[in-house]
């Protein structure tokens, strides 16, 4: 007897879209075709589409620390009623995760509590690069994370002699929050107070294309790998590009889908982040970015705080939006209005993090694999609302948008999880397993 049968749709299965049933036992995808066996559970898929699990590489959970604003669970639930299968949980919570006692304790508070898979980035910090070395097989551990300009939480890494320490002793992928330390302090002459519309003045172009210059150069003394995140500038997208193999960069839908100066105008201390919403000519760089291949992943950044603290005056306000929810309702609404195609977006969101990061049994729908699947339908219409919003914090950026293309359900080793927005069954995400 199977556990599951999905019928009646089209999956997507080596680049294209297929007419084709799977069917999934004990948590494994058993077979793709035509199925006769009888399922403890059929999901009809008429007029949608199985896409692989959607992974979203970069959330911030709160988790120890600030769960007021989020945690574990209520993140977990946020990424599953998006229709993500798996996420890499970032180490800037208090206590930092930058030492293996803490790393424990993540894993500890994520067993059963967590609906989605996870892993967890361990946090770099100047005391920490001797221990860098031995994280290759630490299980749940996607990659280290390193902060070279200030951001949220107190991990950070500005000195160039611990930066290149950090790179000759990591043994994963460095994932890297890239702004010039140096910069943003002398730049803090230029933030206006109560005026949010200063933050990309601040945080200015210069500050985030002269770190991520020495992050490529630090990385390439040692042949390491450097996944750049969140990129923001044209700049830093047509430096990137000439240097593929192993450096690697992140796009956010925020910074794709929103620009300056109205988003400012309309969000306010909302459309706050690091680095920031630039003006449309980073936007449109960005895209030509994603249109020719030349990003690797879209990750959310999901960093959800809570209204009463984004209310307060600039630049007192906290930098960061909730996003995990969001990510592939706003990538699919890009999708049917054409600025890329499905294949693009199945690159970003499975089968690229797959790649840079090594993960197991992830990211293709494939006979073996797990059976983790996105199922959408490109056809669907939904009106982002901030009281449908999982997370913690109550509120989206997109809230009130329209979008055309949505994860309606969400199978996570072979057992569906949400269903037309709603969670069901319960939290057996498990650590993701890497190469």
């Known amino acids: 007897m199977l556990d599951l049968i999905i019928k009646n749709g089209q999956c997507y299965i080596n680049g294209k879209l297929e007419d084709k049933d799977i ?37 911030h959970f709160r988790e120890p620390g600030s769960t007021d604003t989020e945690d574990l669970n209520s993140g977990s639930r946020a990424a599953v009623a998006g229709g993500i299968t798996a996420v890499f949980e970032m180490p800037n919570t208090n206590p930092p995760t930058s030492n293996l006692k803490e790393f424990q304790r993540k894993l500890d508070l994520a067993k059963n509590r967590m609906y989605c898979n996870y892993a967890f980035y361990f946090g770099a ?26 951001s949220t939480g107190n991990l950070l890494v500005a ?17 890297v ?24 003045i601040w945080r200015s172009e210069e500050c985030a294309i002269s770190s991520t210059r020495r992050i490529v150069r630090l990385a390439k003394k040692y042949n390491k790998k450097a996944h750049v995140l969140h990129i923001t ?19 956010t ?25 630039r003006d449309k000519s980073h936007y449109d760089r960005l895209w030509y970015a994603v249109k020719n291949n030349l990003n690797d992943t879209i990750g959310s950044d999901h960093a959800p705080h809570l209204k009463a603290n984004k209310d307060k005056s600039y630049p007192n306000s906290p930098s960061g939006m909730p996003g995990v929810q969001t990510l592939m309702p706003v990538m699919l609404n890009h999708v049917n209005d054409g600025k890329l195609s499905l294949n693009q977006l199945i690159n970003l969101v499975c089968e690229n993090p797959i ?27 939904i009106i982002i609302k901030n009281e ?27 057992k569906i999880k949400m269903k037309n927005g709603k969670i069901i069954g319960e939290a057996e995400g498990k650590p993701l397993e890497f190469d």
């Open 177 to 200: 929050h890239s702004e010039d330390e140096e910069i943003l302090n002398k730049n803090k002459k230029l933030i206006k107070n109560g005026d949010v519309r200063s933050h990309p």
């Open 125 to 150: 910090t100047a005391g920490n690069v001797n221990q860098l070395a031995e994280l290759k097989n630490l299980e749940g551990c996607c990659g280290i994370k390193l902060f070279v300009g200030s």
């Open 355 to 381: 790649k840079i990061f090594s993960i197991k049994n992830k990211g293709y729908i494939k006979e073996g694999f797990d059976a983790d699947f996105t199922i959408v339908d490109m056809n669907k219409k």
């Open 233 to 251: 500038t044209k700049q830093e997208v047509d430096f990137l590009s000439q240097h593929k193999g192993n450096i690697t960069f992140e796009i």
């Open 388 to 414: 449908n919003i999982e997370s913690k914090c109550g509120w989206s950026p997109f809230n009130g948008y329209e979008f055309k293309g949505t994860p309606v359900a969400t199978i996570i080793d072979g």
């Open 23 to 59: 069917a999934v036992k004990d948590g494994k995808i058993f077979k793709i075709g035509q199925i006769s066996e009888e399922a403890k559970e059929v999901y009809d898929a008429k007029n949608k589409i199985t896409l692989p699990g959607c992974i979203d590489t970069q959330t």
């Open 159 to 175: 000195l160039e002699e611990d930066i290149d320490k950090v790179f000759q002793n990591s043994s994963k992928v460095v994932a």
């Open 253 to 277: 839908p925020q910074h794709l889908t929103i620009y300056a100066p109205d988003c400012y105008e309309k969000l306010g201390t909302y459309a706050q982040m690091n680095p920031p919403i």
